[in-house]
């Protein structure tokens, strides 16, 4: 079992409809959880980080975190062609870990007009 | 503010030639990651130091690799003698202390012949 885990898509979305991204992670004692966004042929861009259970909001973008279930989503509101990209999720895994982050492979998103 | 700056952003070279990619950090980030990323292996953490000093290195391929950071602000990713295989996207990231957000560089498309 991988210790991040997404489904590599491509997630195919209407525009205007809401984007659904999901990601697993596999050691219970992570604490800290982010997603990047990486458009093709440029560098992973920091969206969003959660620590807590529960749903941060930022503009279009919400991130839910499940640490009993050990999975973490972000929801994109509002999908725009410009959305389209490769999201990346990232763990800290554990302590022992230091600030390392372990990433998944990604979930392709395509936004569609 | 100037975020994380990377050189060259493409390198072209020969199988056997030495490369070295460079990197500075964001100012008053004391934490330095290099990543390469392949289409086939994804997003993978080569080595990352805190306050110059390497704290892990399991994810360097093999000797050939190297990086040093001869200074706070400033970090050099070595390989000698380049294969083919090393062709990849190879990206810095920093991130502040007491936090795990990290914040990655442009990149270097690195194609070795």
């Known amino acids: 079992q991988k210790e991040v885990e997404q489904n590599s898509g491509p997630l195919s979305v209407p525009e205007g409809a809401i984007a659904s991204l999901n990601c697993t992670y596999s050691d219970r004692v992570s604490q800290s959880f982010f997603w990047y966004r990486q458009y093709s042929g440029k560098s992973p861009e920091l969206i969003m980080s959660i620590y807590s259970n529960g749903d941060k909001e930022d503009g279009r973008f919400t991130a839910q975190l499940n640490k009993a279930s050990q999975y973490v989503s972000l929801l994109i509101r509002d999908s725009q062609p410009s959305d389209s990209a490769t999201y990346l999720c990232?763990?800290?895994?554990?302590?022992?870990?230091?600030?390392?982050?372990?990433f998944g492979g990604g979930t392709r998103v395509l936004v569609k007009p | 503010d100037a975020g994380v700056i990377q050189s060259p952003r493409h390198e072209v070279t020969e199988m056997g030639q030495e490369v070295t990619l460079r990197c500075k950090l964001i100012s008053g980030h004391n934490s330095l990651f290099w990543y390469r990323q392949t289409m086939m292996r994804g997003l993978e953490l080569l080595i990352y130091?805190?306050?110059?000093?390497?704290?892990?290195d399991s994810g360097m391929p093999e000797d050939r690799f190297s990086a040093k950071m001869p200074n706070a602000s400033f970090s050099t990713l070595k390989i000698q003698p380049s294969e083919p295989r090393d062709s990849a996207v190879y990206f810095c990231?920093?991130?502040?202390?007491?936090?795990?957000?990290?914040?990655f560089g442009p990149g270097t498309r690195l194609t070795v012949l």
């Open positions: 990232a763990v800290n895994i554990n302590k022992a870990a230091g600030n390392k982050l372990t």
């Open positions: 990231a920093s991130s502040p202390q007491g936090n795990n957000e990290q914040f």
């Open positions: 130091f805190n306050n110059n000093v390497p704290i892990d």
